[in-house]
């Protein structure tokens, strides 16, 4: 078993001890706030999630004003107490809608009662927000008696409690896939790929065992099926911990007892070459440098039978440019001076189609004797494509299937 860590230490943004709860007795609070101002103060990025110091290993991450840090003389999995701290976030998050330093200091009795029942003795337990919610209780005045812990608790299933009723069974599963891409100067897809998550939502009686079947390459040729055509390769596949990981390794099938309400069931991402789905062309011409005009073309390569929705271009413009005149057609743009930039929005943007943006600034007529090398920033692109995957997966016919643009950025020339 991997080592246990010896506390867990909630810090504000300049690295001062908000709450600590100590599980071994062998790191002190104010040893920890003393090597993490320390490591603050240091030139350079001092991000790294893992630093040790004489003897003690701290791993922690930050979520808006406030660090999370556990500290250990044992050796543990970096990556389980990284990914518990993460669910800390969660927790906290579903009781007080937003983690920050002033919600722990408003909440500190329920965040010492979260930590005790979250990790035991430095090892990570519960991190299920519901099934934390059905026995510890924001309201701090209880006339009850002390409540005995779910029956969830003490389960195998630790992520969903006994004795749930519906009068109607109900399933929804989404398919949201982000698509990364990032394309050179020259038109050169430098980076692409494909992020997806299966979200799923469940209104179920009792304790129900779900299946889930994919066009998985490798599940197809398991089973003796052609996995030619619309099989995929999926790659970096990361579960929930209701799916039993040993029937996936043994024949590919995602089978489990879902918690109840909304989760994803799985995440995955496929490291393939895709074309970018709004290709974006922008030419600029300067002239006598008094002004500077911009001719943008944008077009959707994807089939004509899909649309995509809230299409988004961020368009870099010169620092010092005013008087913007745009012309589009289609759509409407915003100057974000701000963000220097072009905001060119295109509420639903069909596939197969072309539109054009001409846009003309006015520049100072005086500039300093010694210019600063003018700042190469990319486009960037915002868009959603509802019923349609970039990388083909497939499940139910009755699924709900979105992409999204990710990191999408087509630099310059």
Known sequence: ????????????????????????????????????????????????????????????????????????????????????????????????????????????????????????FGYPQYTEAKILSEFIKTDAYRMEVTQRPPMAVTNAVSWRSEGIQYKKNEVFLDVVESVNILVNSNGQIVRSDVVGALKMRTYLSGMPECKLGLNDRVLLEAQGRNAKGKAIDLDDIKFHQCVRLARFENDRTISFIPPDGAFEVMTYRLSTQVKPLVWVEA?????????????????????????????????????????????????????????????????????????????????????????????KAPIRVKFEIPYFTVSGIQALPWVRYITMAGEYELRLT
């Open 1 to 120: 078993m991997a080592g246990a860590a010896s506390a867990l230490f909630l810090l504000d943004i300049k690295g001062r001890v908000l709450v600590w709860r100590d599980f071994r007795g062998d790191v002190s609070s104010v040893q920890a706030e003393r090597f993490f101002t320390k490591l603050l103060e240091k030139e350079g990025d001092p991000q790294d999630p893992v630093a040790y110091d004489n003897g003690v290993t701290y791993m922690f991450i930050q979520h808006n004003n406030v660090y999370l840090m556990t500290a250990s003389r044992q050796n543990c999995n970096a990556a389980s107490i990284l990914l518990f701290l993460h669910r800390v976030v969660d927790v906290f998050k579903h009781y007080f809608e937003e983690l920050e330093e002033e919600s722990l200091r408003d909440n500190f009795v329920v965040v010492y009662e979260l930590l005790d029942e979250m990790m035991d």
């Open 283 to 375: 030419q600029v011409e300067r002239h006598s440098k008094s002004r500077v005009e911009i001719l943008v073309k944008a077009r959707s390569q994807f089939k004509e039978r899909s649309t995509a929705t809230n299409v988004e271009i961020e368009l870099p413009v010169p620092t010092d440019a005013t008087n913007p005149d745009v012309r589009t057609s289609m759509g409407s743009s915003t100057y974000a001076p701000e963000k220097d930039a072009l905001i060119w929005k295109i509420k639903s943007f069909p596939g197969g189609k072309e539109y054009m943006l001409r846009a003309e600034f006015k520049l100072p007529s005086i500039t300093a004797e010694e210019a600063v090398p003018e700042r």
